[in-house]
Structure formats: C-alpha cells, structure tokens
C-alpha cells in the first residue's frame, strides 16, 4: 500500500478487491476523485450530491461510498509544484475505480497531457463512450433518438503515444536521415516527425473487450473504424486483427461479409462484425445511426468519432467518459476545462454525472446509475437546465450548475 502525504485515506472506507478477473466491490469503497481544472470545482460539488444520493435512495444506507480527494493539474500544481504526483497514479491504481474532472493541457508546448498521461501508465487501454439522446435537448439532427452507441477507442497507441520529435531538432534530422538512407523513403527538410504504433497485443485487446460488451448488453452488432486503405500496416492490421478476434468467439460473432453469404436471418443471435472506413463513418453516423451500436476504433479515429457523435445528440455537456483496463478503471468528464465560467456556478455537469452512471454500472451498483438517468431524464422534462441546453431549448429555464443538480436529485423520484 502507498504512503500518502497530500491525500487522506477515509478510515470508513474498504479498498475494492479484484480477482479472477472480477471487481470485489465492498459496501463502504474507497473512491479517488480529482477534481478537475477551471470549472471542475463547480461541477464536483454538484455532482459528489447527486452520486450520495442516488447511493443512498437506491440502497437506503446499507451502502456509501468514501470519496477519497486525489490532485492533479492546477490544484496539484499549486500544492506540490508537480502537475500529476506519483502519489496520485498510486492511489488511482491502488483503490481502484475513480473518477475526475477536466483537467488542463496547453496546446503546442509546456506539460503534456495528463490525460494521454493517466492512460498511459495505468494501462488504460479502452476510453468508452457512451452516446445516446436525452428527449428535450436541443439538437441540430431531425431524429437524435436514431443514435444510441458506444465508442470504444484505443487508448494507448497511435498518434497519442506521444512519440514525435520537433521540425528542425537534432533527433528528427536524425531520423529523417535514417529513414532516408537505410529505408528509402524520403522526407522533406525541416519536418516534424511522429510515429504511429499500433501493435497486435493492443488492438486485439480492444476489439475483444468492444465485442465482450455487446454480447454482455445483448447488442447486435460491433464495427471497426479504421483508414486502412491508407494506413494499410497499422489501420488495416487493426482491421485484420480485428477479424481475427472475433473468430475466437465463435459462433457467437459472425462478420458481416459471412452473414451476407448465409442470408440476413441465418444468423440473427449472434453479434455481427463489420469494419467501416474511418472517413465514410461520420456520414453513417449522420444518414444511418440506427445500423450501429457498438464502433472498435484506433485512438485518433476515435476521439474525432465520440466528439462528433456528441454533438449530434446535444454536445459533449451531457456526453460521459470512462478509461478501462483490466481491474482499474478512471472515468472522466469528456469536455475542456472552460476556464472563463470557473467559480460562476454556471456549467453543466452532465458529464461528469454521466460518467458517475458508467462509474455505478462497472461497480455493479446498476441501481444508482439507474436512478441518476431517471433524474436527469426529469430534469430536462422540467426545462430547468444549465445555460447550454437552455438556449437549445424554448421555454426553458436557465439554472445554475448547484440548480441542475438540485433538479436532478428531484428528478429521482419520478
């Protein structure tokens, strides 16, 4: 066990087990949270009420969680001059299952990201995405309800593995020689260079936890996003890999080119695989959204696909997050920090509650995350929103971030 010298371990609390590739959930588990830049304190405080009491309505006190405050970014900074101690990855590792806020990163320089970081050394490998519409909310697309899907993403390899090297450094002259003279291709002067690994271990490992969850949710189908007619060795061997994994399923999984040489009803209770070109996914997405539920995507592929579906179902306010590995587990806000509304108790913290739903749902304590869906559900019905979704919605009422939370508490009750 770590030491800890700028967080507390609560001595009502029980650290969360895992075994045979299971959590051991107690009724009193020690929860880290970080807080999160900008607007994360805002919607911290709304969102830690409406976690306890859904906890508490859904198991009338026999359960309770002991939130556990960890640092990072600009509070971590402040505290301890280092933007992601050790002391944190220790204790996000150590207990478990977490949850955080938006954390900040500079585009172009200074630290990198600490949520490409946390991923990273925690071997998070899958970011699940979840998107769905809430009826009510404002949305540019004629038939939001037709998307229900989740993304999972890669989270490891690609371009985000952050190898890359600076126009003009002596490490990419270096490698632009190399390239040149040892493999023959060549590259112009003065270029930036990156590096864009994606291994067989990582891929299939995704692809396998994307199909185990539509089997587990009954879901009819998995598709894999990729360039692969481009990026023939990376993407299209995450395509391949892809196949091969669902071949381990057996008659579980079938690929969409077999099922159409059996005919559309030969094979009807077992999950389809299909494979999609990165590009023509985004007009799927907008022309048939209902032909997809589950997408296996590359890290950068991903990222642009969850943002986007998001703001077809009312934008990234209400969009959750999760990083998953095998027994950890960081579930996250999916939007910025938007610094300008921090300390106005304006944001909506939708995201952060939704990921809390997700965070409910790994525990297996389905019944607050159902709770805290019905509550928002109503909270919306009453238009009594946040800023965001109140200039989409005529007639609504603007509430602050506290109000939003104090609706959807309400909202619980039916």
């Keep these: 066990m770590a030491t800890y010298k700028y967080a507390t371990v609560p001595a009502n609390g029980e650290r969360i087990g895992y075994a045979g590739g299971e959590l051991k959930v107690p009724d009193r588990p020690i929860i880290p949270f970080i807080e999160g830049d900008g607007t994360g304190a805002d919607i911290w405080r709304a969102s830690v009420r409406v976690f306890d009491a859904a906890v508490k309505k859904a198991f009338g006190g026999k359960r309770q969680i002991a939130w556990m405050e960890v640092l990072a970014g600009e509070k971590a900074f402040t505290a301890t001059k280092d933007w992601l101690p050790q002391e944190t990855v220790d204790a996000l590792q150590e207990f478990r299952v977490s949850i955080k806020g938006p954390l900040t990163t500079p585009v172009g320089g200074g630290i990198r990201s600490l949520n490409v970081t946390l991923r990273q050394v925690l071997d998070l490998y899958a970011c699940i995405r979840p998107v769905r519409y809430f009826e009510g909310v404002g949305s540019p697309m004629k038939e939001p309800g037709q998307l229900?899907?989740?993304?999972?993403?890669?989270?490891?390899?690609?371009?985000?593995?952050?190898?890359?090297?600076?126009?003009?450094?002596?490490?990419?002259d270096k490698l632009r020689a190399f390239i040149k003279n040892e493999l023959g291709k060549d590259l112009r002067e003065h270029s930036a260079i990156g590096i864009k690994p994606m291994s067989e271990f990582g891929s299939k490992r995704l692809v396998r936890m994307a199909i185990q969850y539509a089997l587990k949710h009954n879901l009819p189908s998995v598709t894999m996003?990729?360039?692969?007619?481009?990026?023939?060795?990376?993407?299209?061997?995450?395509?391949?890999?892809?196949?091969?994994?669902?071949r381990e399923f057996g008659d579980q999984v079938v690929a969409e080119a077999d099922l159409g040489k059996a005919g559309a009803g030969a094979r009807a209770d077992a999950v389809v695989l299909k494979d999609r070109i990165a590009d023509s996914m985004f007009q799927q997405l907008l022309l048939r959204p209902s032909e997809y539920s589950v997408l296996a995507t590359p890290n950068l592929n991903g990222d642009y696909l969850s943002d986007a579906a998001a703001a077809q179902v009312g934008g990234l306010g209400i969009a959750p997050g999760g990083n998953v590995g095998d027994g950890v587990a960081v579930f996250e806000a999916t939007h910025g920090t938007a610094p300008k509304y921090a300390n106005l108790d304006r944001i909506n913290p939708g995201s952060v509650i939704l990921s809390g739903v997700m965070m409910f749902e790994y525990l297996g304590w389905e019944e607050a995350g159902t709770l805290i869906v019905r509550g928002l559900?109503?909270?919306?019905?009453?238009?009594?929103?946040?800023?965001?979704l109140a200039r989409q919605m005529p007639g609504a009422v603007e509430v602050s971030t506290s109000g939003f939370g104090d609706q959807i508490i309400k909202g619980m009750d039916g």
Aim: charged share 30%.
């Design 148 to 172: 229900d899907i989740t993304v999972f993403r890669e989270n490891t390899e690609d371009v985000y593995a952050g190898i890359e090297w600076k126009a003009g450094s002596p490490e990419a």
């Design 225 to 246: 996003v990729h360039k692969g007619n481009i990026m023939k060795f990376t993407e299209g061997a995450f395509r391949d890999w892809g196949y091969e994994v669902g």
């Design 377 to 388: 559900e109503n909270a919306i019905a009453s238009k009594h929103v946040t800023y965001d």
